[in-house]
Each structure stands twice: as C-alpha cells, then as structure tokens.
C-alpha cells in the first residue's frame, strides 16, 4: 500500500449497519509511503492507522474528479 499526504482512506464497513469511513492522510509514518498513516476523518477525530484488507487509499488527483 502507498499512500501520499493528502490522499483519502477509504474504510470500508464490514458487517451490516456498519458504514464506510473517509479520511483524508495528514501524515505518512512509514518509508516511501508505506504505512501507518495518520488520518483525519470527517468528524474531526485523528488516528494512526494501520490500514487492513478493508481499507483502500484513493489518490488526491482523482478525489472530486470523477468525470473530468
């Protein structure tokens, strides 16, 4: 996984009721983008994390440029 300040996690919910999570990364902990991350997410809670096979990183050019 690689990751940039700047781009959005995007955790996905995993059991039913459970909703997605967006985040944008505020830092990036590891070597050339690995890994943790700090991230911000909407309601203005920060965490380190430590993304899982339920999380996916999508790059800041393509955030709020669908269809462009």
Known sequence: MYARIGD???VHGTVVGQ???MGEIIEVRGENGSPPYVVRFGD???GLIFPGPDCVIEP???VGH???
């Open 19 to 21: 909703h997605d999570r």
């Open 44 to 46: 203005g809670h920060e």
């Open 66 to 68: 669908a269809g462009r």
């Open 60 to 62: 800041r050019e393509t």
């Open 8 to 10: 959005r996690l995007h």
